[in-house]
């Protein structure tokens, strides 16, 4: 699967920012595996994991070994919450960067 990230100009900016991220299960591990690119900011990210309790959880490292937790929470037929969290002392404390409240679209996109 793949997603398309957009983001809208903001505080004086012209240009949107892009993103895409490419996802798949891994029947060899039973794990999914993500890549995310931004290229704005020159990232590339690769996650891994799988079912966490009620929630879908990824775990990996940023360019400067942060480490990172993607969540997906309250997982619905036509929607679901995405977390990203970071951690900067090994995954002792965990610190929220983003939160999207995800809801599936119309057939049409209206």
Do not use: C
């Not at 100009?9 to 891994?26: C, H, I, K």
């Not at 983003?98 to 996109?109: C, D």
Request: proline share 3%.
């Amino acid at each position: 699967m793949q997603d398309l990230w957009i983001g809208y100009p903001r505080n004086g900016e012209t240009e949107r920012t892009m993103g895409t991220t490419l996802r798949y299960f891994d029947d060899k591990t039973k794990l999914w595996r993500v890549v995310f690119v931004s290229p704005k900011y020159g990232s590339a990210v690769s996650l891994r994991g799988g079912v966490e309790g009620d929630r879908l959880v990824l775990r990996g490292t940023d360019a400067d070994g942060v480490a990172l937790r993607w969540s997906f929470n309250e997982i619905e037929p036509n929607s679901f919450i995405w977390r990203g969290e970071a951690s900067r002392d090994g995954g002792k404390t965990w610190r929220l960067e983003e939160e999207h409240h995800m809801k599936r679209r119309a057939a049409g996109g209206r």
